[in-house]
């Protein structure tokens, strides 16, 4: 088949962003869809088979809006293009990024970077109560955490609290030396970090001194009302049914909830039921209440966490499947 050629116009000041450090997003899309890149003089030659040259053209169009948009192109960015692509979705990577909820302590903006987090992002708008459910790395818990902040400095909601339940992932942690905050502080710290990126270390010290953020383990819930209040239940897989009534039944007036959790991650004793695998059957037609599944597509972490969790939901489902060839047998 004949080659088909089409030029394309990157500003110089954008090209290093959008082919990336020593061309590798460049080399990417030539190695996936067999195609040359040729630049000449910010004139980009794009030769091979055309449906393979529209499809590039239409990625490089998108990295380049977002370029000069002002963000900084990453190899996720450059991924998830293709992954749209191939998939022939009418939402394009732009459209997503309109959608910023806050900035980072350092300034950096905090946005969804995929179709699934927009969802997620737009059903914590729209609703009261929120799972946000899927594997490590889809920006679950700090997209919640974001927009907690963004609503409490906008003064949507007067406090942040945020909770997870204490269970050590799959290791026995000892005694623990110090005082109760010193002991539950390690279950948390994913969390602080959440919020010294956000908010930043010291603005953050300041709002929990005077009682404004709180972060508690889930134990601590019990007996409250929670009213006026952004709450962010993280690691919801590692909860009982009872903790997670427990839970849901403290939500007071003027307060909107995040319960993220990943069901292949579960650190409970075996043959103790998830909370959160209850509250999805439990829950699912009740009005005012959303569940967002995150898939492996959503992942923003290092291209290579994304390749690992599906390389896990591939080998779970294989073993699911052996296991129901089993009991039929």
Known sequence: MEAYTREFSIPFDHEQNVFGAKD????????????????RNGTLKIMGQKENVDSVERILQQLLELSMRGNQIEEQNVNYAMTLEQEKQEELLTSIDKDCICHSVSGKPIKPKTLGQKKYVDAIKDNMVVFGLGPAGTGKTYLAMAMAITAFKNEEVSRIILTRPAIEAGEKLGFLPGDLQSKVDPYLRPLYDALYDIMG???????????????????????RTLDNAYIILDEAQNTTPAQMKMFLTRIGFGSKVVITGDASQKDLAPGTKSGLDVARTVLKSVEGIAFCELTSKDVVRHPLVQKIVKAYETYEAKQRKRGKETKQK
């Open 24 to 39: 590798a997003y460049r080399r990417s899309l030539e190695e996936h869809y067999h195609v040359t890149l040729v630049d």
């Open 201 to 223: 270390a010291e603005t953050f010290q300041k709002n929990m001194e005077k009682g404004l953020i709180e972060v508690a383990p889930l134990a601590y819930m019990r007996g």
